[in-house]
């Protein structure tokens, strides 16, 4: 089994900044890919960033990129998601998300078998 807990979220304004972190723990070595995913109210949850948690593949959403960027620490089993210049629209719920598999292209929930309890993001205008 593997454990997600996030944090770092928060409010903040237009044209700020954040960085979540997401704490893995449990059966690391069983896992290939971590992700960041979100959700709003009434909304689906939506994919926002990968990263290969040995290797180096990345990917961002279109929405991400240019003002997000993610990272892993594997020495200390984390994952961050740097967000700059944020506007309304990125309020949600923020999901960290790990799976067992490496595919070409992670960008699905089915993807993944893991997922944290989430934490806040709330960006006012």
């Known amino acids: 089994q593997v454990q997600l807990v996030e944090s770092g979220g928060g409010s903040v304004q237009a044209g700020g900044s954040l960085r979540l972190s997401c704490a893995v723990s449990?059966?690391?070595?069983?896992?290939?890919?971590t992700a960041w995913f979100r959700q709003a109210p009434g909304k689906e949850r939506e994919f926002v960033a990968y990263?290969?948690?040995?290797?180096?593949?990345?990917e961002l959403s279109d929405s991400a990129k240019g003002r997000f960027a993610v990272s892993r620490d594997i020495v200390g089993n984390k994952m961050y998601l740097t967000m700059n210049s944020l506007k309304p629209e990125d309020a949600a719920v923020y999901y960290c998300?790990?799976?067992?598999?490496?595919?070409?292209?992670?960008?699905?929930?089915?993807?993944?078998?893991?997922w944290g309890q989430g934490t806040q993001v709330t960006v006012s205008s």
């Open positions: 998300a790990a799976s067992r598999i490496n595919r070409s292209t992670m960008t699905h929930v089915w993807d993944f078998d893991y």
């Open positions: 990263t290969g948690w040995t290797g180096t593949s990345q």
């Open positions: 449990g059966r690391t070595s069983s896992i290939y890919t």
